[in-house]
């Protein structure tokens, strides 16, 4: 059964057999099916991983991980000053 999922370093790997099976003079689709992906996904992981090593691919991640997290962090920020304001533009009304 094929693997569905790859991870960076994988990815890394592949995209440097597929540079060398390139040099070789192979084409695209011979690549793709040397690697086991179809073109699409050959072409996304060139856009996203092409010319990084294993790892500035691994700081990539964490920081994708980190800006995830403090995207969350603000905009739980965002709403409770939200709730606040009403809460307090409740009150004041009320005296």
Known sequence: MPKNRFNAEEMIHKLREAEVLAAQGRTVDDLVRQLGVIVQTYYRW??????????????????????????????????????????TGLVQNES
Do not use: C, F, P, T
């Not at 691994?58 to 009403?86: G, H, M, P, T, Y």
């Open 46 to 87: 060139r856009k996203k991983y092409g010319g990084l090593k294993v790892d500035q691919a691994k700081r990539l991640k964490d920081l994708e991980q980190e800006n995830a997290r403090l995207r969350r962090a603000l905009s739980d920020a965002v709403i409770d000053n939200q709730i606040l304001r009403e809460v």
